[in-house]
């Protein structure tokens, strides 16, 4: 992957439309998590510095094409004029003479993008309407580069294009990870179905040297080599496409690693009895809700013996103890490589970011992706084109 950088651009006395994520959380139209929009800051701060004139522009939910008053950016003002210090220009419907009429350090607020029935349909005149704003385009929403949308990769088809700050860094870290890794590269893959990561294990397997797959799905693989995993969650009808999976591992060289013992329950609940077992002795009527020591220890030992780590889902249901134990003490052991200097660790996905912050472990990884959606196709292998256009 190559892109161009605000480094290498000449932006004093330019505009500079700005594709971000602010997508932040709200109650009574109050932000109640304002870390998208302090993300942003150091790529607005940069620009300013080099005497751009800032256009913002970002979605707010899902409007569909449609003007939606409850979605509006407007609402995301206070937060963003808080974060940077200073006021911002809100402009329902940018023009670009209200826009030269501003002062050469203004930062401007464009209403949601997803008003407009053109935005996600990446229909050609709704970016040439975005490019005609500004002249440069800076991509700073790594998290909405896998949508082929008018501002994320239509405007950037006509205009002289880079990426900011955050998404260099988003960038940089994936290229580490993934891209050019230092070896052994261990994947942990978690969550509750296989059928949902297909793509992601396949592409996986011929890319890292070993790969740990946790949680739900990992029951799956175990049912796949003939375990006996009782009520446990389990897609049984996908037990062939695991052992497919298994083979194609093999073939690239690629270890697999499964549960050696599995800490088990007769009810889902927080606090509920558990006994830790070997995996081949899981009771026809409890069900399988964490990773146990053991296998814990293991994963020790496979981090220990690599350089890069990319993490995607927890290990068991972490979000009820004590069922969290497997994830916890495996992302501090990443955390403890990390910060010696022993390890690349890299981490995404919703649950995932969830379930490092739990362990305490999150601030000592190398990165901490927030973008979901677009981690996950980065994962599988697929072109995202908000980045592909940056090319």
């Given at each position: 992957?190559?892109?161009?950088?605000?480094d290498?651009?000449?932006?004093?006395?330019?505009?500079?439309?700005?594709?971000?994520d602010?997508?932040?959380?709200?109650?009574?139209?109050?932000?109640?998590?304002?870390?998208?929009?302090?993300?942003?800051m150091?790529?607005v701060?940069?620009?300013?510095?080099?005497?751009?004139?800032?256009?913002?522009?970002?979605?707010?939910?899902?409007?569909?094409?449609?003007?939606v008053?409850?979605?509006?950016?407007?609402?995301?003002?206070?937060?963003l004029?808080?974060?940077l210090?200073r006021?911002?220009?809100?402009?329902?419907?940018?023009?670009?003479?209200?826009?030269?009429?501003?002062?050469?350090?203004?930062?401007?607020?464009?209403?949601?993008?997803?008003?407009?029935?053109?935005?996600?349909?990446?229909?050609?005149?709704?970016?040439a309407?975005?490019?005609?704003?500004?002249?440069?385009f800076?991509?700073?929403?790594?998290?909405?580069?896998h949508?082929?949308?008018?501002?994320?990769?239509?405007?950037?088809?006509?205009?002289p294009?880079?990426?900011?700050r955050?998404m260099?860094?988003?960038?940089a870290?994936?290229?580490?990870?993934l891209?050019?890794?230092?070896?052994?590269?261990?994947?942990?893959?978690?969550?509750?179905?296989?059928?949902?990561?297909?793509?992601?294990?396949?592409n996986l397997?011929?890319?890292?040297?070993?790969?740990v797959?946790?949680?739900?799905?990992?029951?799956?693989?175990?049912?796949?080599?003939?375990?006996?995993v009782?009520?446990?969650?389990?897609?049984?009808?996908?037990?062939?496409?695991?052992l497919?999976?298994?083979?194609k591992?093999k073939?690239?060289?690629?270890?697999i690693?499964?549960?050696?013992?599995?800490?088990?329950?007769?009810?889902?609940?927080?606090?509920?009895?558990?006994?830790?077992?070997e995996?081949?002795?899981?009771?026809?009527?409890?069900?399988?809700?964490?990773?146990g020591?053991?296998?814990?220890?293991?994963?020790?030992?496979?981090?220990?013996?690599c350089?890069?780590?990319?993490?995607?889902?927890?290990?068991?249901?972490f979000?009820?103890e004590p069922?969290?134990?497997a994830?916890?003490?495996a992302?501090?052991?990443?955390a403890d490589?990390?910060?010696?200097?022993?390890?690349?660790?890299?981490?995404?996905?919703?649950?995932?970011?969830?379930?490092?912050?739990?362990?305490?472990?999150?601030?000592?990884?190398?990165?901490?992706?927030?973008?979901?959606?677009?981690f996950?196709e980065?994962m599988?292998?697929k072109?995202?084109?908000?980045v592909?256009?940056?090319?």
């Amino acid at each position: 992957m190559t892109w161009k950088t605000i480094d290498d651009m000449a932006l004093a006395g330019k505009v500079v439309l700005t594709r971000v994520d602010i997508n932040v959380p709200m109650e009574a139209g109050v932000v109640t998590d304002a870390t998208r929009i302090e993300k942003i800051m150091p790529t607005v701060e940069d620009l300013l510095a080099r005497g751009a004139k800032v256009i913002l522009l970002a979605h707010f939910g899902r409007p569909k094409g449609k003007v939606v008053p409850e979605m509006s950016l407007r609402q995301v003002l206070p937060a963003l004029e808080t974060a940077l210090g200073r006021s911002v220009v809100f402009m329902e419907q940018p023009t670009r003479a209200a826009i030269d009429a501003l002062p050469q350090n203004a930062i401007v607020l464009a209403e949601n993008t997803r008003f407009a029935p053109g935005e996600e349909a990446n229909d050609p005149a709704m970016a040439a309407y975005l490019a005609g704003l500004g002249d440069y385009f800076c991509n700073d929403a790594f998290s909405a580069a896998h949508r082929a949308h008018a501002s994320t990769e239509g405007i950037a088809r006509l205009l002289p294009s880079f990426a900011g700050r955050l998404m260099a860094e988003e960038l940089a870290a994936l290229e580490a990870a993934l891209g050019k890794p230092e070896r052994p590269v261990v994947a942990v893959v978690g969550g509750a179905k296989v059928s949902t990561k297909l793509d992601l294990l396949g592409n996986l397997v011929t890319k890292v040297d070993h790969l740990v797959i946790g949680g739900g799905m990992a029951n799956t693989f175990l049912v796949a080599q003939g375990f006996e995993v009782g009520k446990s969650l389990a897609e049984r009808d996908m037990a062939a496409t695991a052992l497919d999976i298994f083979a194609k591992a093999k073939a690239a060289g690629c270890t697999i690693h499964l549960p050696v013992d599995v800490v088990v329950a007769w009810e889902f609940k927080a606090g509920a009895a558990n006994e830790t077992v070997e995996v081949a002795a899981c009771p026809s009527d409890a069900m399988i809700l964490d990773a146990g020591p053991n296998t814990v220890a293991e994963l020790s030992r496979v981090f220990e013996a690599c350089k890069t780590l990319i993490w995607n889902g927890p290990l068991g249901a972490f979000e009820i103890e004590p069922f969290n134990a497997a994830t916890n003490a495996a992302a501090k052991v990443a955390a403890d490589l990390t910060r010696a200097g022993k390890l690349v660790s890299v981490a995404g996905g919703g649950d995932t970011v969830a379930a490092l912050n739990q362990a305490g472990a999150a601030q000592d990884f190398t990165f901490i992706s927030t973008a979901g959606g677009a981690f996950l196709e980065w994962m599988e292998g697929k072109t995202l084109p908000g980045v592909a256009a940056l090319g």
